[in-house]
């Protein structure tokens, strides 16, 4: 059988390794970019680090006794993801710069085209596309007249000097405050612009000393502890209470923040400012420490009027200040529920993704689809998402890949695909799920859909874990 993957970034290198270790040697991956590490490649903006501790936040098969801190920075995961890939074999089945365009299934194969026009077939497709990938612009008037530099955090332009400049940032997640708190002593004045508070979990971040990562390199077992632990910490601690909404555990959370708010913030009207009126991890919860001491900074501002448009100075509020800058950041996120499109997929009888799609990417178990046999989409619609590890989540669905691999290595069927009925009892549970989730608790959010329902995995992560380690055979329909 050949397998193509679809991006090299942490899943698509997780996957690459897997199918080989299963003993499938026709794997080739395609990347559009010309290195692997997807986000960890393509967001480099100052303080770029991970709120998931290392440890955690590594592959089971490859523990990592470097890692210099609880949570490491950005660019330390970025070489991981490469010298993993490296290590592994993968970078040398991969295909840099190619972006596959179109997928279609036909005479029980998928026919694949990149888009210099390279064709490519293969029987079983990965799609490992990532989920906070496409930069999402705000829709602002005048943003194209700003006279100085203007770019979204994900694409940090690192050759526009901001030491000593007047440096705005819009939005306030877990991007705009990793930024904040990185460039405030920094920048000559830093404005944030707040449309909506967050709540911040304070954290801690010491660093390994080398007696410790010596330690791990002569014991990795005492890394496959922390890993084990933190995944039980995090799953016990979160991931099977978001659909408690009365649990006491996401009241300790909330009372957390509030105290963090409190105790870090000394000017009661700044405080209020910034105190959300929603609960706490009904958005992803940011998980930051230096935020509120940032943003108290003599050459800080928190500006919590309305934009109501860029000018070449700057931007101006909608009580008519205008904020002069030199360069404006925009942490406004990503649009999140466009998973493998803007890709071209058709299926088995001529079915298209995007009208599959048209309102709303979902996908039966997180992986699969009616109607496109043999295709995967890790990390795709209504995964597990949120303050976890995805490495774990992916590594759990490729384990369930694997399985329904097997079915078609052991020639049970050449193509299978989820029935009709099982996608809509899914979606059904699904949805019903989600709206007794601390995501539906009362705020704006990404996991939100366009009819604020949450989109993500309502369920216990122990369940995630069950359903991905016993495939339901008989939801698939097979030819
Ligand atoms: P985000 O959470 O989607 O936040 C976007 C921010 O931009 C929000 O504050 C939003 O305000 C604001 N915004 C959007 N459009 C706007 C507009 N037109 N005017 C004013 N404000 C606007 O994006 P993100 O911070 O990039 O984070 C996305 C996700 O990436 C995170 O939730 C997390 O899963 C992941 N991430 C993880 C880490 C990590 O350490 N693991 C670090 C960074 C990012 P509203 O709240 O009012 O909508």
């Not at 509020?317 to 649009?335: I, P």
């Amino acid at each position: 059988m050949r397998f193509v993957v679809i991006g090299a970034g942490m899943a698509g290198i997780l996957a690459a390794i897997r199918l080989r270790e299963a003993g499938f040697d026709d794997v080739v991956v395609y990347e559009k970019a010309a290195r692997p590490g997807g986000t960890w490649r393509e967001n480099t903006y100052p303080g770029l680090s991970c709120d998931v501790p290392s440890h955690f936040y590594s592959y089971s098969f490859a523990l990592n006794p470097d890692w210099s801190r609880r949570y490491s920075p950005g660019a330390e995961i970025q070489a991981y993801f490469t010298d993993v890939a490296q290590r592994f074999g993968v970078t040398e089945r991969t295909r840099f710069g190619q972006e596959i365009v179109r997928c279609a299934f036909a005479d029980g194969r998928w026919h694949l085209e990149t888009k210099d026009g390279t064709k490519d077939v293969a029987d079983v497709v990965i799609a490992a596309t990532g989920v906070l990938h496409h930069p999402k612009m705000p829709d602002i008037e005048g943003l194209d007249t700003f006279a100085g530099a203007a770019f979204h955090s994900a694409r940090w332009d690192h050759a526009v000097p901001i030491d000593g400049r007047r440096v705005g940032v819009v939005g306030t997640g877990s991007s705009a405050v990793q930024i904040v708190t990185a460039i405030a002593a920094r920048v000559g004045e830093l404005v944030l612009f707040q449309r909506t508070p967050q709540w911040i979990m304070p954290t801690h971040n010491p660093a390994y000393s080398e007696e410790e990562k010596a330690g791990f390199r002569a014991h990795p077992e005492a890394m496959e502890e922390i890993r084990r632990a933190t995944s039980q910490q995090f799953c016990d601690g979160f991931a099977n209470i978001i659909g408690d909404t009365e649990s006491p555990i996401l009241q300790a959370m909330h009372d957390m923040c509030v105290a963090h708010l409190e105790s870090k913030v000394q000017d009661p009207a700044l405080r209020e400012r910034l105190r959300p009126s929603y609960r706490a991890a009904c958005k992803r919860l940011v998980i930051a420490d230096g935020f509120y001491e940032a943003i108290q900074r003599p050459n800080a501002r928190l500006v919590t009027e309305r934009i109501a448009r860029v000018e070449p100075a700057g931007v101006r509020t909608t009580d008519g200040v205008l904020h002069a800058l030199d360069v404006l950041v925009l942490a406004t996120g990503f649009h999140v529920d466009w998973f493998v499109r803007p890709m071209q997929v058709t299926g088995w009888d001529g079915v298209r993704l995007d009208d599959a799609w048209a309102h709303g990417a979902t996908a039966y178990m997180s992986l699969t689809a009616p109607g496109f046999p043999n295709f995967f989409m890790l990390n795709g619609p209504n995964g597990p998402v949120g303050n976890f590890s995805l490495i774990e989540v992916a590594e759990l669905q490729v384990d369930y890949v694997l399985k329904l691999v097997d079915e078609l290595r052991r020639g049970t069927c050449r193509a299978l695909a989820p029935s009709g009925d099982a996608m809509a009892r899914f979606d059904a549970e699904r949805r019903a799920a989600a709206k007794k989730t601390i995501w539906s608790t009362g705020c704006r959010s990404w996991y939100l859909d366009e009819t604020g329902l949450p989109t993500a995995w309502p369920f216990t992560f122990d369940r995630f874990r069950t359903e991905m380690g016993t495939p339901r055979l008989e939801d698939y329909e097979r030819r």
